[in-house]
């Protein structure tokens, strides 16, 4: 029987497609999720005006009419424009965005700070999670400090109704991404990037193997497949999820059901 696949972290992004428009890039997913059988992709706008990622509005206009292209609201830190928490609230309301990512890192603020709890309590009003962008910035470590797990660990603490997920799986720090993920409830992590040439050299292939294959067994119900493409390839990640030792009705939920329970989507 054919599985239900959700990959749960795309950007309509340049990379690779230089030269493309949007609009060519977003067909290029569509075309690529064909290919691969992906039945569902949620595409991650960029936090601030970008000609190498779609902003918010871009990304609206461009999954519009593609039923299978779902997408995230962002907003950027610190907020200068307070009507982004009115404009979220409102397309979470309609079911235009299905969750809101933050990048932590990428812009310097800590996941526990005051000026995002605003943003908490629309993914709470609404019952949708926030995305954290977690780990490797830029290549330049000190961001990480902004994104670390152990950040993240005090909003799930402090927000035990807010669903997390930590984009990812934070690498490279997997163990303590591991240790967040299965000691809160309330957290999930994405497998996004986890392929990658240069995760695999610095995390190393067996280190992620045992990470994934540990959670997948102990709590089956936490990882969520995702890609990052177009920077990271789709059937690699496919075929990592595929690897797992764990029961085909796990790889269900890593591969779907998992996604479907924590952005509340009815497909
Ligand atoms: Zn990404």
Request: aromatic residues 8%.
């Amino acid at each position: 029987m054919k599985r239900l696949i959700i990959d749960c972290h795309t950007h309509f992004s340049t990379f690779d497609h230089e030269g493309q428009t949007f609009e060519q890039i977003r067909n290029s997913l569509l075309l690529s999720m064909q290919k691969l059988d992906i039945d569902y992709a949620f595409v991650y706008p960029d936090s601030e005006p970008s000609t190498v990622v779609t902003d918010l509005d871009t990304t609206r206009e461009l999954v519009k009419g593609f039923p299978q292209l779902l997408m995230l609201g962002t907003a950027c830190f610190p907020m200068t424009d307070k009507s982004i928490n009115d404009k979220l609230d409102t397309l979470a309301l309609s079911g235009d965005i299905i969750g809101i990512k933050l990048y932590p890192g990428f812009e310097e603020f800590y996941p526990s700070d005051g000026c995002c709890h605003s943003i908490y309590e629309i993914c709470i009003k609404h019952n949708i999670p926030v995305v954290f962008h977690s780990g490797e910035t830029m290549n330049e470590p000190w961001r990480e400090s902004f994104n670390h797990p152990s950040e993240i660990t005090n909003v799930a603490r402090h927000f035990p109704s807010l669903k997390i997920v930590v984009a990812h799986f934070s690498q490279p720090h997997l163990t303590a991404c591991q240790n967040l993920i299965l000691n809160y409830p309330n957290v999930y992590a994405d497998i996004s990037g986890l392929v990658h040439m240069d995760v695999v050299k610095s995390c190393g292939q067996e280190v992620i193997y045992r990470c994934l294959s540990d959670v997948a067994t102990v709590q089956p119900d936490k990882l969520l497949f995702g890609t990052d493409w177009p920077i990271c390839d789709v059937a690699e990640h496919l075929g990592l999820v595929e690897s797992l030792p764990v029961s085909e009705a796990t790889k269900v939920l890593i591969l779907s059901g998992n996604a479907q329970r924590v952005f509340t989507l009815e497909l």
